[in-house]
Nanobody, 124 residues
């Protein structure tokens, strides 16, 4: 599967952005999908993930209640709706996919496919 992330940009603190991750290939429903982010000088950080059925959602504590991950199977796209953005949310956001089961979904090493990343900058 190939992934293409988009939707990043510059936004003021308290604002909102919606990121998109478009997937190619016929087996989109076979993958558990996730968003990670990496700020300059920091390690890659798990943000959120969504199961194949879209029923099971995981969020990091830092974004819980502010971000929402969703998936449109027909469009083969995963979304990350980001509300109440904070300065510390600034990072390059990447989407990822894994065909593995029963893994730690917050560990980037468990993901097989990655998009190119989209920059999110939150200003004061």
């Amino acid at each position: 599967v190939q992934l293409q992330a988009s939707g990043g940009g510059l936004v003021q603190a308290g604002g909102s952005l919606r990121l998109s991750c478009a997937a190619s290939g016929r087996t989109f429903s076979s993958y558990h999908m996730a968003w990670f982010r990496q700020a300059p000088g920091k390690e890659r950080e798990f943000v959120a993930s969504i199961s194949r059925s879209s029923i099971i959602l995981y969020y990091s504590d830092s974004v819980k209640g502010r971000f929402t991950i969703s998936k449109d199977k027909a469009e083969k796209t995963v979304y990350l709706q980001m509300n109440s953005l904070k300065l510390e949310d600034s990072a390059v956001y990447s989407c990822a996919a894994t065909s593995n089961w029963h893994i730690d979904y917050d560990q980037s090493s468990n993901y097989d496919y990655w998009g190119q990343g989209t920059q999110v900058t939150v200003s004061s």
